[in-house]
């Protein structure tokens, strides 16, 4: 299995970037999807996550209103649509991918850095 994440980069504060995880080796439209981030001296924290179908989403308080998650499954790829970004923001971004029936995310990807710039 391999959750390849992409899209991450340097932007101001009040930018915006649109992050890609594309997945292979799984059945794509059997996993809630998650993306999770881990800034500096920090531990990793729950960014937001998707359901099978992706008509169920769910946030973090921190990103409400300014993030979005979304998910082709016939391109068996999940997005994180960041806009107005802070300089809190700034992380390494990891998508995930869990079964139903388990509690814990089963794969991992690399991650993607994003810097926001003040």
């Known amino acids: 299995v391999q959750l390849q994440a992409s899209g991450g980069g340097l932007v101001q504060a009040g930018g915006s970037l649109r992050l890609s995880c594309t997945a292979s080796?799984?059945?794509?439209?059997?996993?809630?999807m998650g993306w999770f981030r881990q800034a500096p001296g920090k531990e990793r924290e729950f960014v937001a996550t998707?359901?099978?179908?992706?008509?169920?989403?769910d946030y973090a308080d921190s990103v409400k209103g300014r993030f979005t998650v979304s998910r082709d499954n016939a391109k068996n790829t999940v997005f994180l649509q960041m806009n107005s970004l802070k300089p809190e923001d700034t992380a390494i971004y990891y998508c995930?991918?869990?079964?139903?029936?388990?509690?814990?995310?089963?794969?991992w990807g690399q991650g993607t850095l994003v810097t926001v710039s003040s």
């Open positions: 080796g799984l059945t794509f439209g059997m996993y809630r």
């Open positions: 995930a991918a869990k079964q139903v029936a388990t509690t814990r995310y089963n794969y």
């Open positions: 998707i359901n099978r179908s992706g008509d169920s989403t």
